[in-house]
């Protein structure tokens, strides 16, 4: 028989595994978003469903529907210009104690610098990872872009 969890316990949990991403795995990234009190992550592969101004490029088509790419494309515009109403989680470093008392010290710290009430804020969750779907034989100029895009976005640098 599986016990159902409390939302309470379902954020602790969430914000748990959101600390516990070791500093060097960026394969998703966790935030607060205080104006929406909603926490979220990021996957990496998410950028892709974006050009350079956060559009859906018009030879790609993204499994995720409109509302999804609009509050992801704010979202992401918001941590590329440093909006203070996106906070990120911290993340644990090699050296870190990660035991379950500490942790629970360190999410309470969190949530009380924040002023996040644990009774109403909400997690973000995207039913399905999205998918995009690119037609490459109807763009000569598909190279261009994404070596323009990988000079212009912050977030590529960690693959340099």
């Given amino acids: ?73 704010d979202r992401m515009k918001r941590i590329e210009n440093d909006d203070k109403s996106i906070i990120p989680l911290s993340r644990a470093n090699r050296e870190e104690n990660t035991n379950d008392d500490y942790l629970d010290q360190k999410i309470e710290t969190f949530l009380n610098l924040n002023s996040i009430n644990i009774k109403t804020v909400t997690i973000w969750d995207v039913d399905s990872i999205g998918s995009l779907t690119i037609d490459l034989t109807t763009n000569n100029e598909i190279e261009s872009e994404i070596n323009q895009k990988i000079e212009k976005k912050n977030w590529w640098k960690f693959w340099k």
């Fill in 1 to 73: 028989m599986e016990i159902e969890q409390t939302s309470e316990e379902q954020i602790y949990n969430w914000i748990k595994i959101g600390l516990l991403q070791p500093s060097e795995r960026l394969s998703e990234l966790f935030y607060y978003d205080k104006r929406d009190n909603q926490f979220f992550s990021i996957l990496i592969s998410d950028y892709f469903h974006f050009d350079e101004d956060y559009n859906v490029p018009e030879n790609a088509s993204s499994s995720y529907p409109e509302n999804i790419l609009k509050l992801l494309a």
